[in-house]
Protein backbone atom coordinates (compact mmCIF):
# COMPACT_ATOMS: atom_id res chain seq x y z
CA UNK A 1 0.00 0.00 0.00
CA UNK A 2 1.64 3.70 -0.95
CA UNK A 3 1.40 6.18 1.86
CA UNK A 4 -1.23 8.80 1.32
CA UNK A 5 0.38 12.93 1.11
CA UNK A 6 1.40 13.79 4.28
CA UNK A 7 1.94 10.72 5.96
CA UNK A 8 4.87 8.37 6.93
CA UNK A 9 4.93 5.41 5.13
CA UNK A 10 6.62 3.80 8.36
CA UNK A 11 3.45 4.69 10.08
CA UNK A 12 1.38 2.38 8.16
CA UNK A 13 4.37 -0.42 8.57
CA UNK A 14 2.59 -1.89 11.75
CA UNK A 15 -1.51 -1.66 10.42
CA UNK A 16 0.15 -3.13 6.81
CA UNK A 17 1.85 -5.95 8.59
CA UNK A 18 -1.18 -6.86 10.86
CA UNK A 19 -3.56 -6.66 8.29
CA UNK A 20 -0.68 -8.89 6.39
CA UNK A 21 -1.05 -11.29 8.97
CA UNK A 22 -4.88 -11.38 8.43
CA UNK A 23 -4.59 -12.51 4.90
CA UNK A 24 -2.61 -15.82 6.35
CA UNK A 25 -5.97 -16.87 7.62
CA UNK A 26 -9.14 -18.32 6.28
CA UNK A 27 -11.60 -16.19 8.25
CA UNK A 28 -9.12 -13.35 7.45
CA UNK A 29 -8.34 -12.28 11.35
CA UNK A 30 -4.79 -11.71 12.07
CA UNK A 31 -5.86 -12.50 15.52
CA UNK A 32 -6.42 -16.13 14.94
CA UNK A 33 -3.36 -16.47 13.13
CA UNK A 34 -1.04 -14.91 16.46
CA UNK A 35 -3.13 -17.12 18.62
CA UNK A 36 -2.53 -20.30 16.95
CA UNK A 37 1.16 -19.02 16.40
CA UNK A 38 1.73 -18.33 20.27
CA UNK A 39 1.22 -21.98 21.18
CA UNK A 40 4.52 -22.41 19.37
CA UNK A 41 6.07 -19.46 21.57
CA UNK A 42 4.20 -21.55 24.39
CA UNK A 43 5.53 -25.08 24.27
CA UNK A 44 8.83 -24.02 23.22
CA UNK A 45 9.13 -22.89 26.66
CA UNK A 46 8.28 -25.95 28.03
CA UNK A 47 10.93 -27.86 25.44
CA UNK A 48 13.60 -25.83 26.18
CA UNK A 49 14.02 -24.62 29.71
CA UNK A 50 12.70 -28.25 31.11
CA UNK A 51 14.05 -30.93 28.68
CA UNK A 52 17.13 -29.18 27.45
CA UNK A 53 17.78 -27.27 30.38
CA UNK A 54 16.46 -27.55 34.09
CA UNK A 55 15.61 -31.56 33.86
CA UNK A 56 18.33 -33.41 33.78
CA UNK A 57 20.62 -31.03 35.83
CA UNK A 58 17.63 -31.60 38.78
CA UNK A 59 18.16 -34.98 38.33
CA UNK A 60 21.76 -35.30 39.41
CA UNK A 61 21.40 -33.02 41.70
CA UNK A 62 19.09 -35.57 43.70
CA UNK A 63 20.21 -38.75 42.44
CA UNK A 64 23.84 -38.54 41.59
CA UNK A 65 25.62 -37.90 38.37
CA UNK A 66 25.37 -41.69 37.12
CA UNK A 67 21.84 -42.29 38.79
CA UNK A 68 20.81 -38.82 37.56
CA UNK A 69 21.82 -39.35 33.84
CA UNK A 70 20.95 -42.39 33.48
CA UNK A 71 17.32 -42.38 34.62
CA UNK A 72 16.73 -38.56 33.08
CA UNK A 73 17.40 -40.31 29.53
CA UNK A 74 15.48 -43.13 30.63
CA UNK A 75 12.51 -40.60 30.80
CA UNK A 76 12.67 -39.13 27.71
CA UNK A 77 13.19 -42.29 26.12
CA UNK A 78 10.13 -43.67 27.45
CA UNK A 79 8.21 -40.68 27.34
CA UNK A 80 8.82 -40.09 23.59
CA UNK A 81 8.64 -44.20 23.20
CA UNK A 82 5.15 -44.21 24.23
CA UNK A 83 3.99 -41.25 22.08
CA UNK A 84 5.72 -42.88 19.07
CA UNK A 85 3.87 -45.85 19.48
CA UNK A 86 0.28 -44.41 20.36
CA UNK A 87 0.97 -41.32 17.89
CA UNK A 88 -1.04 -43.17 14.88
CA UNK A 89 -3.96 -43.92 17.40
CA UNK A 90 -4.23 -40.40 18.49
CA UNK A 91 -3.91 -38.92 15.27
CA UNK A 92 -6.62 -41.66 13.87
CA UNK A 93 -8.97 -40.77 16.87
CA UNK A 94 -9.03 -37.05 16.53
CA UNK A 95 -10.19 -37.46 12.47
CA UNK A 96 -12.79 -40.27 14.04
CA UNK A 97 -14.23 -37.88 16.19
CA UNK A 98 -13.92 -34.53 13.92
CA UNK A 99 -12.21 -32.19 16.98
CA UNK A 100 -8.69 -31.13 17.58
CA UNK A 101 -9.20 -28.50 20.41
CA UNK A 102 -10.24 -30.70 22.84
CA UNK A 103 -7.91 -33.24 22.42
CA UNK A 104 -5.07 -30.31 21.97
CA UNK A 105 -6.58 -28.80 25.13
CA UNK A 106 -6.28 -31.61 27.36
CA UNK A 107 -2.76 -32.77 26.62
CA UNK A 108 -1.58 -29.03 27.01
CA UNK A 109 -3.29 -29.48 30.42
CA UNK A 110 -1.45 -32.57 31.24
CA UNK A 111 2.15 -31.47 30.30
CA UNK A 112 1.47 -27.94 32.58
CA UNK A 113 0.18 -30.21 35.11
CA UNK A 114 3.12 -32.54 35.39
CA UNK A 115 5.18 -29.40 34.85
CA UNK A 116 4.03 -28.13 38.08
CA UNK A 117 4.21 -31.44 40.03
CA UNK A 118 7.94 -32.40 39.02
CA UNK A 119 9.35 -29.73 41.54
CA UNK A 120 6.85 -30.34 44.49
CA UNK A 121 7.77 -34.31 45.06
CA UNK A 122 10.18 -36.61 45.62
CA UNK A 123 12.37 -36.21 42.32
CA UNK A 124 11.22 -40.12 41.86
CA UNK A 125 8.04 -38.72 41.54
CA UNK A 126 9.21 -35.98 39.93
CA UNK A 127 10.97 -38.25 36.54
CA UNK A 128 7.56 -39.79 36.64
CA UNK A 129 5.95 -36.17 36.05
CA UNK A 130 8.47 -35.43 33.77
CA UNK A 131 7.86 -38.34 31.50
CA UNK A 132 4.04 -37.72 31.75
CA UNK A 133 4.70 -34.00 30.85
CA UNK A 134 6.80 -34.97 27.83
CA UNK A 135 4.44 -37.65 26.68
CA UNK A 136 1.70 -34.91 27.05
CA UNK A 137 3.98 -32.29 25.21
CA UNK A 138 4.51 -34.24 22.66
CA UNK A 139 1.08 -35.95 22.34
CA UNK A 140 -0.21 -32.11 21.97
CA UNK A 141 2.06 -31.00 19.34
CA UNK A 142 -0.23 -33.72 16.57
CA UNK A 143 -3.60 -31.87 17.17
CA UNK A 144 -1.56 -28.50 16.95
CA UNK A 145 -0.54 -29.09 13.81
CA UNK A 146 -3.47 -30.80 12.61
CA UNK A 147 -5.13 -27.15 13.51
CA UNK A 148 -3.12 -24.99 10.83
CA UNK A 149 -5.56 -25.89 7.71
CA UNK A 150 -8.16 -25.17 10.31
CA UNK A 151 -6.71 -21.28 10.59
CA UNK A 152 -4.76 -20.96 7.60
CA UNK A 153 -5.61 -20.71 3.58
CA UNK A 154 -3.79 -23.24 1.61
CA UNK A 155 -1.72 -20.96 0.14
CA UNK A 156 0.00 -19.69 3.30
CA UNK A 157 0.17 -22.88 5.90
CA UNK A 158 3.81 -22.05 5.16
CA UNK A 159 3.94 -18.75 6.10
CA UNK A 160 1.96 -19.18 9.12
CA UNK A 161 4.18 -22.01 10.23
CA UNK A 162 7.22 -20.35 9.20
CA UNK A 163 5.87 -17.61 11.67
CA UNK A 164 5.12 -20.27 14.70
CA UNK A 165 8.70 -21.32 14.51
CA UNK A 166 10.17 -18.06 14.75
CA UNK A 167 7.70 -17.36 18.27
CA UNK A 168 9.24 -20.54 19.26
CA UNK A 169 12.61 -19.34 19.19
CA UNK A 170 11.45 -16.21 20.92
CA UNK A 171 10.18 -18.19 23.50
CA UNK A 172 13.27 -20.09 24.15
CA UNK A 173 15.05 -16.66 24.40
CA UNK A 174 12.57 -14.71 27.26
CA UNK A 175 12.21 -17.46 29.34
CA UNK A 176 16.37 -18.26 29.39
CA UNK A 177 16.98 -14.58 29.88
CA UNK A 178 13.79 -14.75 32.84
CA UNK A 179 16.35 -17.42 34.29
CA UNK A 180 19.17 -16.12 33.79
CA UNK A 181 18.42 -12.78 35.43
CA UNK A 182 17.38 -14.94 38.73
CA UNK A 183 13.24 -15.10 38.22
CA UNK A 184 12.74 -18.79 39.69
CA UNK A 185 16.95 -19.63 40.10
CA UNK A 186 18.98 -19.34 42.87
CA UNK A 187 21.98 -17.06 43.00
CA UNK A 188 24.23 -19.75 41.62
CA UNK A 189 22.31 -19.82 38.69
CA UNK A 190 20.42 -23.11 39.84
CA UNK A 191 16.76 -24.26 38.92
CA UNK A 192 14.40 -24.78 41.83
CA UNK A 193 10.85 -25.38 42.35
CA UNK A 194 9.80 -22.27 41.36
CA UNK A 195 11.50 -22.60 38.28
CA UNK A 196 8.95 -25.69 36.96
CA UNK A 197 5.93 -23.38 38.25
CA UNK A 198 7.16 -20.27 36.32
CA UNK A 199 7.28 -22.68 32.87
CA UNK A 200 3.96 -24.32 33.27
CA UNK A 201 2.44 -20.29 34.13
CA UNK A 202 4.33 -19.15 30.68
CA UNK A 203 2.78 -22.38 29.16
CA UNK A 204 -0.74 -21.40 30.02
CA UNK A 205 -0.41 -17.73 29.48
CA UNK A 206 0.50 -18.01 26.02
CA UNK A 207 -1.17 -21.24 24.88
CA UNK A 208 -4.15 -19.48 26.25
CA UNK A 209 -5.32 -17.10 23.25
CA UNK A 210 -5.47 -20.54 20.93
CA UNK A 211 -8.38 -22.11 22.73
CA UNK A 212 -10.11 -18.64 23.53
CA UNK A 213 -9.85 -17.21 19.77
CA UNK A 214 -8.80 -19.33 17.43
CA UNK A 215 -11.87 -21.32 15.56
CA UNK A 216 -12.19 -24.77 14.45
CA UNK A 217 -14.23 -25.90 11.60
CA UNK A 218 -16.95 -28.09 11.60
CA UNK A 219 -16.32 -31.18 10.75
CA UNK A 220 -18.33 -34.50 10.72
CA UNK A 221 -17.66 -37.27 13.23
CA UNK A 222 -18.34 -40.25 15.06
CA UNK A 223 -17.11 -42.49 18.15
CA UNK A 224 -13.61 -43.78 18.07
CA UNK A 225 -13.41 -48.00 18.14
CA UNK A 226 -10.88 -50.09 18.81
CA UNK A 227 -10.85 -51.16 15.41
CA UNK A 228 -10.30 -47.42 14.73
CA UNK A 229 -7.00 -48.27 16.64
CA UNK A 230 -5.84 -51.39 14.49
CA UNK A 231 -6.42 -49.48 10.92
CA UNK A 232 -4.53 -46.66 11.46
CA UNK A 233 -1.32 -49.01 12.55
CA UNK A 234 -2.41 -51.02 9.18
CA UNK A 235 -2.31 -47.75 7.38
CA UNK A 236 1.27 -47.39 8.46
CA UNK A 237 2.10 -50.58 7.07
CA UNK A 238 0.85 -49.65 4.14
CA UNK A 239 2.85 -45.95 4.06
CA UNK A 240 5.77 -47.68 4.33
CA UNK A 241 4.93 -50.25 0.92
CA UNK A 242 4.35 -46.73 -0.46
CA UNK A 243 7.63 -45.65 0.08
CA UNK A 244 9.65 -48.25 -0.92
CA UNK A 245 7.86 -47.42 -4.38
CA UNK A 246 9.76 -44.37 -4.68
CA UNK A 247 12.89 -44.21 -5.08
CA UNK A 248 15.38 -43.60 -2.66
CA UNK A 249 12.16 -42.70 0.09
CA UNK A 250 12.38 -45.47 2.33
CA UNK A 251 16.02 -45.24 2.32
CA UNK A 252 16.29 -41.67 3.32
CA UNK A 253 13.91 -42.18 6.07
CA UNK A 254 16.20 -45.22 7.87
CA UNK A 255 19.15 -42.90 6.90
CA UNK A 256 17.04 -40.17 9.09
CA UNK A 257 16.76 -42.02 11.46
CA UNK A 258 19.93 -42.54 12.65
CA UNK A 259 21.39 -38.98 11.98
CA UNK A 260 18.67 -37.60 14.19
CA UNK A 261 19.85 -39.78 17.26
CA UNK A 262 22.55 -37.57 17.62
CA UNK A 263 20.68 -34.36 17.62
CA UNK A 264 17.60 -35.15 19.45
CA UNK A 265 20.50 -36.65 22.03
CA UNK A 266 22.24 -33.13 22.54
CA UNK A 267 19.54 -30.82 23.20
CA UNK A 268 18.50 -33.39 25.81
CA UNK A 269 22.02 -33.62 27.48
CA UNK A 270 23.67 -30.79 26.30
CA UNK A 271 23.06 -28.77 30.06
CA UNK A 272 23.95 -31.86 31.73
CA UNK A 273 26.91 -32.27 29.93
CA UNK A 274 28.61 -28.90 29.72
CA UNK A 275 28.30 -28.66 33.50
CA UNK A 276 29.51 -32.16 34.51
CA UNK A 277 32.09 -32.78 31.28
CA UNK A 278 33.39 -29.57 30.94
CA UNK A 279 32.77 -27.39 34.23
CA UNK A 280 30.41 -24.69 33.77
CA UNK A 281 28.06 -23.63 36.35
CA UNK A 282 24.48 -24.04 35.80
CA UNK A 283 24.09 -20.12 35.32
CA UNK A 284 27.01 -20.64 32.34
CA UNK A 285 25.42 -23.63 30.67
CA UNK A 286 22.15 -21.92 29.93
CA UNK A 287 24.01 -18.77 28.59
CA UNK A 288 25.60 -21.33 26.54
CA UNK A 289 22.30 -22.81 25.37
CA UNK A 290 20.79 -19.46 24.56
CA UNK A 291 23.86 -18.82 22.63
CA UNK A 292 23.46 -21.99 20.07
CA UNK A 293 19.71 -20.78 19.56
CA UNK A 294 20.65 -18.00 18.14
CA UNK A 295 23.00 -19.37 16.21
CA UNK A 296 20.63 -22.00 15.43
CA UNK A 297 18.57 -19.07 14.06
CA UNK A 298 20.78 -17.59 11.88
CA UNK A 299 22.52 -20.73 10.55
CA UNK A 300 19.05 -21.81 9.61
CA UNK A 301 18.56 -18.75 6.82
CA UNK A 302 22.36 -19.50 5.39
CA UNK A 303 21.27 -23.10 4.94
CA UNK A 304 18.24 -22.45 3.41
CA UNK A 305 20.12 -20.70 1.26
CA UNK A 306 22.51 -22.88 0.41
CA UNK A 307 20.12 -25.50 -0.35
CA UNK A 308 18.54 -23.32 -2.97
CA UNK A 309 21.68 -23.59 -4.71
CA UNK A 310 23.47 -26.33 -4.10
CA UNK A 311 20.22 -28.53 -3.55
CA UNK A 312 19.02 -30.48 -0.59
CA UNK A 313 21.09 -33.76 -0.98
CA UNK A 314 24.73 -31.84 -1.01
CA UNK A 315 23.44 -29.56 1.32
CA UNK A 316 22.29 -32.33 4.15
CA UNK A 317 25.59 -33.77 3.73
CA UNK A 318 27.72 -30.43 4.70
CA UNK A 319 24.86 -30.06 8.01
CA UNK A 320 26.02 -33.39 8.74
CA UNK A 321 29.47 -32.94 8.40
CA UNK A 322 29.10 -30.12 10.18
CA UNK A 323 28.05 -31.97 13.31
CA UNK A 324 30.54 -34.70 12.66
CA UNK A 325 33.17 -32.17 13.13
CA UNK A 326 31.49 -31.10 16.07
CA UNK A 327 31.18 -34.07 18.11
CA UNK A 328 34.87 -35.42 17.58
CA UNK A 329 35.56 -31.97 19.22
CA UNK A 330 33.59 -32.63 22.04
CA UNK A 331 34.97 -36.55 21.78
CA UNK A 332 38.64 -35.51 22.30
CA UNK A 333 38.31 -32.25 24.04
CA UNK A 334 37.02 -31.65 27.23
CA UNK A 335 37.89 -27.63 27.49
CA UNK A 336 35.80 -24.69 27.47
CA UNK A 337 37.25 -23.36 24.32
CA UNK A 338 36.69 -26.46 22.30
CA UNK A 339 33.12 -26.76 23.53
CA UNK A 340 32.48 -23.61 22.56
CA UNK A 341 33.76 -23.95 19.06
CA UNK A 342 32.02 -27.64 18.59
CA UNK A 343 28.88 -26.16 20.27
CA UNK A 344 28.90 -22.98 17.29
CA UNK A 345 29.00 -26.18 15.27
CA UNK A 346 26.20 -28.01 16.39
CA UNK A 347 24.25 -25.03 16.95
CA UNK A 348 24.47 -23.88 13.31
CA UNK A 349 24.10 -28.00 12.28
CA UNK A 350 20.81 -27.95 14.56
CA UNK A 351 19.20 -25.11 12.36
CA UNK A 352 20.26 -27.41 9.38
CA UNK A 353 18.92 -30.56 10.06
CA UNK A 354 15.40 -28.53 10.67
CA UNK A 355 15.42 -26.88 7.10
CA UNK A 356 17.53 -29.42 5.03
CA UNK A 357 16.13 -32.61 5.67
CA UNK A 358 12.15 -31.69 4.70
CA UNK A 359 13.21 -30.48 1.50
CA UNK A 360 15.20 -33.91 0.59
CA UNK A 361 11.45 -35.74 1.84
CA UNK A 362 9.68 -33.51 -0.60
CA UNK A 363 12.18 -33.73 -3.24
CA UNK A 364 11.61 -37.47 -2.97
CA UNK A 365 8.27 -37.93 -2.66
CA UNK A 366 5.58 -38.26 -5.06
CA UNK A 367 3.16 -35.05 -4.79
CA UNK A 368 0.34 -37.12 -4.20
CA UNK A 369 2.11 -38.96 -0.96
CA UNK A 370 3.03 -35.52 0.59
CA UNK A 371 1.29 -35.71 3.75
CA UNK A 372 1.41 -39.45 3.90
CA UNK A 373 5.25 -39.66 3.94
CA UNK A 374 5.05 -35.99 6.55
CA UNK A 375 3.58 -39.08 9.25
CA UNK A 376 6.00 -41.30 8.22
CA UNK A 377 8.91 -38.89 8.67
CA UNK A 378 7.34 -37.18 11.86
CA UNK A 379 6.99 -40.88 13.62
CA UNK A 380 10.36 -41.81 12.63
CA UNK A 381 12.07 -38.34 14.32
CA UNK A 382 10.13 -40.00 17.43
CA UNK A 383 11.31 -43.64 17.28
CA UNK A 384 15.11 -41.91 16.55
CA UNK A 385 14.83 -39.92 20.03
CA UNK A 386 14.24 -43.00 21.53
CA UNK A 387 17.51 -44.72 20.75
CA UNK A 388 20.20 -41.72 21.42
CA UNK A 389 19.22 -40.57 24.62
CA UNK A 390 19.29 -44.06 26.53
CA UNK A 391 22.77 -45.48 25.15
CA UNK A 392 24.26 -42.31 26.28
CA UNK A 393 22.49 -42.59 29.56
CA UNK A 394 23.58 -46.28 30.05
CA UNK A 395 27.31 -45.38 28.97
CA UNK A 396 27.26 -42.65 31.36
CA UNK A 397 26.18 -44.61 34.13
CA UNK A 398 28.16 -47.80 33.31
CA UNK A 399 31.73 -45.92 33.22
CA UNK A 400 31.64 -42.93 35.19
CA UNK A 401 33.26 -44.72 37.96
CA UNK A 402 36.01 -46.14 36.11
CA UNK A 403 36.46 -43.63 33.47
CA UNK A 404 35.21 -40.19 35.21
CA UNK A 405 35.11 -37.42 32.97
CA UNK A 406 36.13 -39.82 30.04
CA UNK A 407 32.42 -41.90 30.18
CA UNK A 408 31.46 -38.15 28.68
CA UNK A 409 33.56 -38.65 25.63
CA UNK A 410 32.79 -42.52 25.46
CA UNK A 411 28.99 -41.33 25.12
CA UNK A 412 29.83 -38.74 22.50
CA UNK A 413 31.87 -40.97 20.53
CA UNK A 414 28.41 -43.30 20.67
CA UNK A 415 26.56 -40.30 18.95
CA UNK A 416 28.98 -39.50 16.24
CA UNK A 417 28.88 -43.72 15.11
CA UNK A 418 25.26 -43.26 14.51
CA UNK A 419 26.05 -39.85 12.48
CA UNK A 420 28.01 -42.37 10.76
CA UNK A 421 25.68 -44.76 10.48
CA UNK A 422 23.75 -42.60 8.95
CA UNK A 423 25.31 -40.59 6.60
CA UNK A 424 26.44 -43.70 4.97
CA UNK A 425 23.15 -45.03 4.32
CA UNK A 426 22.24 -41.12 2.75
CA UNK A 427 25.08 -42.00 0.93
CA UNK A 428 23.10 -44.50 -1.56
CA UNK A 429 19.33 -41.43 -2.21
CA UNK A 430 19.49 -39.98 -5.08
CA UNK A 431 19.37 -36.25 -5.42
CA UNK A 432 15.47 -36.33 -6.26
CA UNK A 433 13.63 -34.03 -8.11
CA UNK A 434 12.11 -30.98 -7.68
CA UNK A 435 8.45 -30.19 -7.31
CA UNK A 436 8.46 -28.37 -10.34
CA UNK A 437 10.12 -30.92 -12.06
CA UNK A 438 7.60 -33.61 -11.48
Same mark, same amino acid.
Given at each position: ?8 ? @? ?57 ? @? ?37 ? @? ?6 ? !? ?36 ? %? ?16 ? @? ?19 ? %? ?10 ? #? ?7 ? !? &???? &? ?10 ? &?????LGQTIRHAREAPGLLRF ?8 ? %? ?65 ? $??? *? ?7 ? *? ?51 ? #? ?16 ? $? ?11 ? #? ?13
Open positions: MNATPGTPA @TALAPAGWWRGLGGLTRSGSPIQALAWALYDFANTIFSFAIVSFAMSLWSIRFLGEASG @TFWFTAAVSVSVLINAIVSPVLGAMSDRVGRRKPFLGFF @TALCIGGT !VVIGLVDIRLGLVAFAVANFAYQAALIYYDALLPDVAR %PIARGRLSGIGVALGYCG @TLLVGVLLLVGISTDADGRST %PSTFALVAGLFA #IFAGPLFLL !V &REQE &RAGSGFRALDAA &RSWAQIVARFFYSD %PVNTAIAVMSAFAVYAVGFTEGQALQVLLILTVVAVIASFGWGFLADRWGPRRTLFAVLGTWAVGLV $ILT *FFLATIPFL *FAGALLGAGLGGVGVVDRLMLLRLTPPERVGEMFGLYGLVGKFSAVLGPIIYG #IIVAALLSSLDRGAYQVA $IASLFVLLLVGIW #ILRGVPEGLPEADR
